[in-house]
Structures are given as structure tokens and as C-alpha cells.
């Protein structure tokens, strides 16, 4: 796909998007003249990207969907909500369209039948003096034109922002071709500025140019329509001398004779048909064009314009160099801690505080880096309104979308992969969440029932919340399919808690239906190992009438952490820092509490404690056992409280080495399972150290209720 290709598609999947979200807010029909303008906007804005690059099919549905709008617009049809759910067809079908416009794929009879009954509404619903119009027009086109052509004259200035709109010069050049034959095309280079004071996303040239068409002037007018804030446009007929004259006192002063030079325009030209210079002049080759250094001589005095870092613009580039370009930051970050271990060893304080302003260096270049893949969560969470919008209308019910904190930033990777496992539970909600309506009002509830997706951050992690106001989770139905199904056994005495969670067990449905839509508990497992797979933990609570509610915990990001060192036995950790609340010395007034214990008092607090030796199951050999045992004041243990939600935990730890910047690596599948570790690190003396998962092993502490 050519550049030009990838920022129509990215235009037209965001339009698309603007469109879909207008015509969710207007289902069931409004007369907001905003939302309407929204709607019609997004349509003729891809029916103008459209005709830049010859998307016929594309051109004709979006033009007739854009002349109903028009209509809408101006109060002769009513945005009812069979219209809203019309327009939402035509969406749907131009998105498939964009999609193998882009790809150069056929159309199949299917999608072609689709766009004639699409077409065929479209003009049923239309006034009746209007259907009339475009049946005339309709015909018309089916015609080949045998009308004059007609010579144009075409004055197209930009304006200096019009690059940053993300449209180019050459597609509205191309487009001239596809409608007629451009016969000169005279660059105007008057405004280049010097090449110290040239800002290259702005735009100085102009074009005169000589079209000859069948097209009308409001047909070319329109060609400009959707960057029309952009342009200075004139267009005049050829053989109109007086238009000549009038567009030589509102363009630069050296025009006439630049076309005159050029054989467009004639001091003894009279304004009638003879007065059409002849073709074999017109499409002569240009011989002299003026010198830049000539034409810009006028612009040396003036001011420099904004940098481009005062004026700020948005850069669309792929994410595989985001990709490369992190991956590159974590080597060197690797690299780093080699050098400072080297540093040390070395005893040279230059060498150290050269390693240490390198470290904070490359600090802030990782930072910069990862803010680039941060993204907020509205543009990728605002499509669940659709998949609640359509769910509710299969199921019958009436179910209201609501999406909270909006602003949250993510990383792009980790919104991507979050897509599928929040549409099967936003399905889920749907389905077997929210009541029917005849069902809340026998409960005394609102009869639309409320799908909230809430996103925010907290202690170094983003939080999404999916919450309904639904009939919630039987947890004795639960209880019993599990059971059923071996996944627990009749005697084991479960909390309320344990039992919601068992719906992340596979094959376990509650559901006394089958439904194509979803299941409470139908691929649920595969919701929680995505969501394991990011490093996340997914957590549930349920009321009878009530609701649910799927709490789900990330990382702020998958490649680069701030970590901080310390060491277990043989095994060296790394503990984000963001997680880790205080560090603390085991003296004897605490180790005399410690010992035999598992839990310590911190400031009147009793908190769980982890020995992560223990819990790893470190080889020691006996006679570390007995030194450990016999000459506890000499020996050092040392406590990193941890904080997870609203609970912490000590980690009961042998050495502490400090804070640094670590890059995640996946251990692979062998050891996918270990309990409480989300990956490794390389460290600077070329050791691994593993990186633990705080969330999973507060969790752990929790559910043995220590």
C-alpha cells in the first residue's frame, strides 16, 4: 500500500468512526443539528478523499448518502431511528468498501447487490422532488456526455496549513486528470521563502491552471469541497478576459506577465468564442518558468515563520519503528548496566559519574519513547458502543454504553490485545448481565439497564472496570456446574470470591440457553490468559440484582521498567518500583516477631510476610541452614513492603542493591507457570535476574489468608 494509500485509509477509518459515533448518540432519532452536521460532515469528507483517488463505487454510495444528509440537514427529512439505522447500513457497507478499495480487491456480486438495495433506500427516502432530481441525474451519468467541453481557467493558492490537513498537492492533481485534460499547469513559486526561513510542512506554491472539461464550475468547485477552508480557489472560463483582469488585482503582481510568457493569456483577447487560445499553445511545453532566486527576493526581509515546535503537528509513522526504536533503547539500557558494573569495579569516580549522567540520559530518552506508544483509551474503547449498540437491538433489550476516564493513557500494544477479551465480556454483560426490560421493571431497576467501561491509573498500573447494573452472577449455579464438571470438589469450602472466579474455568457456562451472542463463562479462560499474557490479573464481584463487575489490572507498559534489585538465596529479583511502598531493616525488635511467623507489625499494621526464599523453594545446603539458624545477628535479612490495590505485603529478602532501569524479556513457555514471575532481565554483570509479579503474589497471600 503507497503512502498516500495508508493516510486515505487512516482518514477514512477515523470519518467512519466519527460517523458511527454520531449515528450511536442519534439510534433511535434526533433533530440535534450538531450530531446531523456531525454525520453529513464525515460522509462528504470521504466522498471528497474518495474521488481524489478514483473510487468510484465509493464516490456514488457517499454521494447519495451525502444528498439524503443534505435533506436531514436542512429539515425536509426527519433522522428517524429505521433512517439512523439506514445510514448506519451504509457505514458499515463504505467501510468494507474503503477496505478493498485500498487493496485493490473486486468487488463480488454480493457487496455490488449490497450497494444497489443501499442506493435504491437512500432514494426512497427522499423528498419527492428531490427523488426526481437525482433519478434525472442518475440518468445523466449513465450517459456519456457529448456537450462542449469547455476551457477553464483554474487559480489555486493553498493555504500555509494545508499540508498538516494531511492531504497532498499531487492527488488533487491526479484527480484533475480523471475529469478532463489539464492542458498547463503553471507552478507559482512567489512565496518560497529563503532556505533558512522555509518550514517544510508548510505550504508556499500556488498553481494557474488551463483545464479543459465538460464539467461544470459548481462540478469543480466541488472537487475542493472537503479542504475548502484550505484553499483560495478561482475559476472562471477562459475566454472571460474581464476574469482575467480581476484575478490580476487579487493575485501577485508579476501574474499577468507569468501568464502571458506562458501562452495562457493575451493582451488583445476578446471575450468571445474566438478568443480560446489554441489548443497547440496551451500544451506547449513550459520553457521559462521564473527563477526562484528572482521570485523570492521579495520575502528575504520577512519575518521567520513558527518553528515547527511552536506551531506542533501530529506525525503518523508505523508502529514497527516505534517497535525497533525501543528495542534498540532496551539494548542500550542493557549495555549501560554493564558499564556502571564495569564502573564500580574500577573504583574511577569520572568514569562513575560519566555512566551515571549516561544512565539518567537514557532514562529520559526511554521515557520520551515510551510516551510515543502511549495512547489515550477513548479512540480504541469508543467502538464498544457500537458492539453494545447492536447487541442490545439482537437481544431486544435497551442497554446504555457508558465509557469513564476516557483520558487514561496505555500502551498502544497492550490496548490492541485487550480488543478481543473486552468484547467477549462486553458481550457477555449484554447477554446475560442486563435483564430484559419487562424483567428490571418487575425488579423495580431502571428499565435500561447501564454497560460501564471505566479506565484509571493507580500504583503504577491502569485499572479497566467493566461494570453492569445486571441480575449478576449465581454463584450457586457456579458452584454446582463446577463442580459438575470436576473443577472442584463437592466438599471444598470456597468464598464468594472464589466462586466468581471460577467462571475463568474453561468449558463452564451457567447458561440454560444457547446463545450465538455469548456465555457466562463460555471462553472466559481465554479472557483471563490474554489478560495473564500482558501481565495482568483480572478479578470479579458479583451481587445478586445488583450487578457485576471485572476488574482488571496492566502495566503502564511491556518493554522498559524502572526495577529495583535485591537478592533471595541464590536467586537475584527485580521489583518494579512503582509497587514498593518502603524498604525496611529486619532488626531484632522485628526478628523476634518474624521468626516462626508469617505475618510482621509495621507501625501498629499487621502485614502478610513472604519469605521468597521459601516460597521459590531456594537450594540451601545445611550448613547455610545452620549459619542462618545459629548466627541470626550477623546475619542481614531485610523487608520490601509491596503494595497491590488497597492490600501489602512484606517480602522478606536476604540483600538489597538498588533502583534501575530494567528491559523485560519473555522466559517462553517453559516457564510460563512459575507462581509470581512476569518475565527476566539481563543485568549488568550478565546475570538474569527474574522480575516479579506483585499483583500475583499479593494475591497469594491473600487467598491463603495470611
Known amino acids: 500500500m503507497s503512502e498516500d494509500l495508508c493516510f486515505f485509509y487512516e482518514d477514512a477509518t477515523d470519518q467512519l468512526q466519527y460517523m458511527e459515533n454520531a449515528l450511536l448518540d442519534a439510534k433511535d432519532g434526533t433533530q440535534d443539528k450538531e450530531k446531523i452536521a456531525e454525520i453529513f460532515r464525515a460522509m462528504h469528507t470521504m466522498k471528497g478523499n474518495a474521488g481524489m483517488f478514483g473510487f468510484e463505487d465509493l464516490v456514488n454510495l457517499s454521494h447519495k448518502a451525502e444528498n439524503l444528509l443534505d435533506d436531514v440537514r436542512n429539515g425536509k427529512v426527519e433522522l428517524d431511528a429505521n433512517l439512523s439505522s439506514l445510514f448506519m447500513s451504509v457505514k458499515d457497507t463504505i467501510s468494507l468498501l474503503v477496505e478493498e478499495c485500498v487493496n485493490g480487491i473486486e468487488l463480488d456480486q454480493t457487496t455490488r447487490d449490497t450497494i444497489v438495495s443501499l442506493e435504491n433506500e437512500l432514494l426512497n427516502k427522499m423528498p419527492t422532488s428531490e427523488q426526481s432530481k437525482e433519478l434525472e441525474s442518475s440518468e445523466e451519468e449513465m450517459i456519456e456526455d457529448e456537450g462542449k467541453e469547455i476551457l477553464w481557467h483554474i487559480s489555486l493558492r493553498f493555504e500555509p496549513e494545508f499540508l498538516r490537513s494531511g492531504m497532498d498537492i499531487l492527488s488533487?492533481?491526479?484527480?484533475?486528470?480523471?475529469?478532463g485534460e489539464i492542458l498547463l499547469n503553471i507552478p507559482i513559486l512567489e512565496n518560497i521563502p529563503f532556505f533558512d526561513h522555509l518550514d517544510p510542512v508548510q505550504t508556499y506554491m500556488g498553481f494557474e491552471i488551463d483545464f479543459q472539461s465538460s464539467l461544470t464550475k459548481d462540478d469543480i468547485i466541488e472537487i475542493f469541497e472537503f479542504v475548502e477552508d484550505d484553499v483560495d480557489l478561482i475559476v472562471f472560463e477562459h475566454s472571460d478576459k474581464k476574469e482575467f483582469e480581476d484575478l490580476f488585482t487579487k493575485r501577485e503582481d508579476k501574474l499577468k506577465e507569468i501568464l502571458i510568457e506562458n501562452f495562457t493569456y493575451?493582451?488583445?483577447?476578446?471575450?468571445?468564442?474566438?478568443s480560446l487560445v489554441p489548443t497547440s499553445n496551451l500544451k506547449k511545453n513550459i520553457e521559462s518558468i521564473p527563477k526562484v532566486q528572482e521570485a523570492t527576493t521579495k520575502t528575504k526581509n520577512q519575518p521567520k515563520p513558527q518553528s515547527i515546535e511552536d506551531n506542533g503537528f501530529f506525525l503518523k509513522v508505523n508502529s514497527k519503528k516505534i517497535d525497533e526504536l525501543i528495542n534498540k533503547v532496551s539494548e542500550m539500557v542493557i549495555r549501560n548496566s554493564q558499564i556502571e558494573g564495569y564502573a564500580q569495579t574500577k573504583d574511577d569516580e569520572i568514569l562513575e559519574d560519566m555512566t551515571n549522567a549516561m544512565g539518567t540520559l537514557l532514562e529520559d530518552v526511554r521515557d520520551s519513547v515510551m510516551n510515543v506508544r502511549m495512547v489515550q483509551v477513548k479512540d480504541s474503547f469508543i467502538k464498544y458502543r457500537r458492539i453494545v449498540s447492536d447487541t442490545a437491538l439482537k437481544l431486544n433489550k435497551d442497554i446504555d454504553f457508558i465509557l469513564e476516564g476516557e483520558n487514561t493513557e496505555l500502551d498502544k500494544s497492550v490496548v490492541e490485545k485487550l480488543s478481543d477479551p473486552l468484547t467477549h465480556m462486553i458481550r457477555n454483560s449484554c447477554d446475560h448481565g442486563i435483564e430484559t426490560t419487562l424483567q428490571r421493571v418487575e425488579k423495580g431497576k431502571d428499565p435500561k439497564g447501564k454497560v460501564?467501561?471505566?479506565?484509571?491509573?493507580?500504583?503504577?498500573?491502569?485499572?479497566?472496570?467493566?461494570?453492569?447494573?445486571?441480575?449478576?452472577?449465581?454463584?450457586?449455579?457456579?458452584l454446582k456446574k463446577a463442580i459438575a464438571n470436576n473443577i472442584v470438589n463437592e466438599n471444598d469450602k470456597l468464598s464468594d470470591q472464589e466462586i466468581y472466579m471460577l467462571i475463568f474455568s474453561a468449558g463452564l457456562s451457567t447458561s440454560q440457553n444457547i446463545s450465538d451472542i455469548s456465555g457466562r463463562g463460555v471462553g472466559m479462560d481465554?479472557?483471563?490468559?490474554?489478560?495473564?499474557?500482558?501481565?495482568?490479573?483480572?478479578?470479579?464481584?458479583?451481587?445478586?440484582?445488583?450487578?457485576s463487575k471485572i476488574t482488571i489490572r496492566l502495566p503502564l507498559t511491556l518493554a522498559i521498567i524502572d526495577g529495583f534489585l535485591v537478592q533471595s538465596g541464590h536467586s537475584k529479583f527485580i521489583i518494579p518500583v512503582e509497587t514498593i511502598s518502603q524498604c525496611i531493616e529486619?532488626?531484632?525488635?522485628?526478628?523476634?516477631?518474624?521468626?516462626?511467623a508469617n505475618t510482621i507489625n509495621i507501625r501498629e499494621e499487621v502485614l502478610p510476610l513472604l519469605n521468597l526464599r521459601k516460597f521459590y523453594k531456594d537450594n540451601i545446603t545445611p550448613d547455610e541452614l545452620e549459619i542462618e539458624n545459629d548466627e541470626e545477628d550477623?546475619?542481614?535479612?531485610?523487608?520490601?513492603?509491596?503494595?497491590?490495590?488497597?492490600?501489602?505485603?512484606?517480602?522478606?529478602?536476604?540483600?538489597?542493591?538498588?533502583?534501575?532501569?530494567?528491559?523485560?524479556?519473555?522466559?517462553?513457555?517453559?516457564?510460563?507457570?512459575?507462581?509470581?514471575?512476569?518475565g527476566g532481565t539481563v543485568l549488568g554483570s550478565g546475570e538474569i535476574a527474574l522480575i516479579l509479579d506483585i499483583p500475583k503474589l499479593v494475591e497469594n497471600q491473600i487467598k491463603k489468608g495470611e
Not at 493575451?266 to 474566438?274: A, G, K, L, N
Not at 483471563?528 to 464481584?541: A, K, S, Y
Not at 525488635?589 to 521468626?595: G, I, L, P, T
Request: proline share 2%; charged share 30%; no cysteine.
Open 586 to 596: 529486619l532488626t531484632d525488635e522485628y526478628r523476634s516477631e518474624v521468626k516462626g
Open 526 to 547: 481465554v479472557v483471563r490468559r490474554n489478560i495473564e499474557d500482558l501481565r495482568g490479573v483480572i478479578d470479579i464481584n458479583s451481587k445478586k440484582d445488583i450487578g
Open 634 to 678: 550477623e546475619y542481614r535479612q531485610n523487608v520490601v513492603i509491596v503494595r497491590y490495590s488497597s492490600y501489602e505485603v512484606g517480602l522478606l529478602v536476604d540483600e538489597l542493591y538498588g533502583q534501575q532501569q530494567v528491559v523485560i524479556k519473555s522466559l517462553g513457555g517453559m516457564f510460563s507457570n512459575v507462581p509470581g514471575i512476569s
Open 452 to 478: 460501564i467501561l471505566r479506565s484509571y491509573p493507580d500504583a503504577g498500573t491502569i485499572v479497566i472496570e467493566l461494570e453492569d447494573d445486571g441480575a449478576g452472577i449465581d454463584k450457586d449455579a457456579v
Open 172 to 179: 488533487i492533481l491526479k484527480y484533475f486528470l480523471k475529469r
Open 266 to 274: 493575451e493582451e488583445d483577447i476578446e471575450p468571445d468564442e474566438t
